[in-house]
């Protein structure tokens, strides 16, 4: 069973802002911290159900503008900067460290490139003992012409709150919603199939995270970046969108990688999905024993049981 708590955040250029921290615990006093990716929400309960078997009390976040936060007034997952998900963070963390000795974030995609840099921001300080990137959102997978015009973005024209004529692309989906022919089920008002609208000023403050991470950040915890095996750009989907990163390019998560800090582990998985943990069963099953090799032997000064 679930527990939800809601975070009233100071309201920002829209008005009234909350985050939701979800909880599932068992009395650890070892607690991992999931924060989702863009057009996201937590809806992974096996992920969750996971770190609880292996005696790992479950927290969630959902961040400002998306899923269980998103109040009527907000314009979805817009942020002028990844900064201002750092409030609701620091509060998440402070709830939880009150009760656990030990924390580890675990971020996919968006949540993978913010995660890092709040992980910076707060080094020295013994918050957090390790970060787990699932898929992050290190760079754009766009084409040249695209990446230039993104790094043109500046204010003002970064503040004009329209959506950029970027289209859609329902291919990741329709490869994971079990209407249409996926394995899993979530709330399609929440995670739509076609993703959100992009606004310049969030892809402007996207590029400016991204060009920060890349000139070196000094992450003081081990680091375990997970990607897929193999990148594959499709606007439809095909039969390979399920087995394949179709959102972003892994190539860029392995080449960046080492900016984060001085202890980072990356492993590439054959046959991944952008969201490993929702790839085919075979697969998630080597995920999820990637992560449990990698905890068991770089965070914590003893492993969970079963964390072997």
Same mark, same amino acid.
């Given at each position: &069973?679930?527990?939800?708590?809601?975070?009233a955040? =100071? =309201?920002?250029?829209?008005g009234e802002?909350?985050a939701?921290?979800?909880?599932?615990r068992?009395?650890?006093?070892r607690?991992?911290?999931y924060?989702?990716?863009f057009?996201?929400y937590?809806?992974? *309960?096996?992920l969750a159900?996971?770190?609880?078997g292996?005696?790992?009390d479950f927290?969630?976040?959902d961040?400002r503008k998306?899923?269980?936060s998103?109040?009527?007034h907000q314009?979805r997952? %817009?942020?002028?900067s990844v900064?201002?998900?750092f409030?609701?963070i620091?509060?998440?963390v402070?709830?939880i460290?009150r *009760?656990?000795?030990?924390?580890?974030i675990?971020?996919?995609s968006?949540?993978?490139?913010?995660?890092? %840099?709040?992980?910076?921001?707060?080094r020295?300080?013994?918050l957090?003992?390790?970060?787990?990137?699932?898929s992050p959102?290190? *760079?754009?997978?766009?084409?040249?012409?695209?990446?230039?015009?993104?790094d043109?973005?500046?204010?003002?024209l970064?503040?004009?709150l329209r959506p950029l004529?970027?289209?859609?692309s329902?291919?990741y989906g329709?490869s %994971?919603?079990?209407?249409?022919?996926?394995e899993w089920?979530?709330?399609?008002?929440?995670?739509?199939?076609?993703?959100f609208?992009?606004?310049a000023?969030w892809l402007?403050?996207?590029?400016?995270?991204?060009?920060?991470?890349?000139?070196?950040l000094?992450?003081?915890?081990?680091?375990l970046?997970?990607?897929?095996g193999?990148?594959l750009?499709v606007?439809d989907?095909?039969p390979?969108?399920?087995?394949?990163?179709?959102?972003?390019?892994?190539?860029? &998560?392995a080449?960046?990688?080492?900016?984060?800090?001085p202890h980072v582990?990356?492993?590439?998985?054959?046959?991944?999905?952008?969201?490993?943990?929702l790839?085919a069963?075979?697969?998630?099953k080597q995920?999820?024993?990637?992560l *449990?090799?990698w905890?068991a032997?770089y965070?914590?000064?003893r492993?969970?049981?079963?964390?072997t």
């Amino acid at each position: &069973m679930y527990e939800t708590t809601v975070l009233a955040m =100071p =309201p920002d250029y829209e008005g009234e802002v909350v985050a939701t921290l979800i909880s599932k615990r068992t009395g650890s006093r070892r607690a991992v911290l999931y924060i989702h990716g863009f057009t996201d929400y937590f809806f992974q *309960d096996h992920l969750a159900d996971h770190y609880v078997g292996h005696g790992i009390d479950f927290y969630a976040l959902d961040l400002r503008k998306y899923g269980r936060s998103l109040l009527p007034h907000q314009t979805r997952g %817009l942020v002028r900067s990844v900064t201002e998900y750092f409030p609701e963070i620091d509060e998440a963390v402070r709830l939880i460290r009150r *009760d656990h000795d030990e924390l580890t974030i675990n971020a996919h995609s968006t949540g993978g490139l913010i995660a890092p %840099l709040w992980a910076d921001r707060v080094r020295g300080r013994g918050l957090v003992q390790g970060l787990v990137l699932n898929s992050p959102f290190f *760079d754009l997978n766009v084409s040249r012409p695209l990446r230039l015009a993104a790094d043109l973005l500046k204010t003002p024209l970064s503040y004009v709150l329209r959506p950029l004529p970027l289209g859609s692309s329902h291919a990741y989906g329709h490869s %994971l919603h079990r209407d249409h022919g996926g394995e899993w089920h979530y709330d399609l008002e929440l995670k739509p199939l076609g993703g959100f609208p992009v606004h310049a000023t969030w892809l402007a403050a996207i590029r400016r995270a991204q060009r920060r991470l890349q000139c070196g950040l000094k992450v003081d915890v081990p680091v375990l970046v997970l990607a897929a095996g193999k990148g594959l750009r499709v606007r439809d989907f095909v039969p390979e969108a399920r087995s394949a990163d179709i959102v972003l390019d892994p190539e860029h &998560m392995a080449r960046w990688a080492t900016s984060l800090g001085p202890h980072v582990t990356c492993v590439r998985v054959d046959g991944g999905v952008h969201d490993l943990v929702l790839s085919a069963e075979p697969v998630r099953k080597q995920v999820f024993a990637e992560l *449990d090799r990698w905890m068991a032997t770089y965070v914590g000064s003893r492993p969970a049981a079963g964390l072997t």
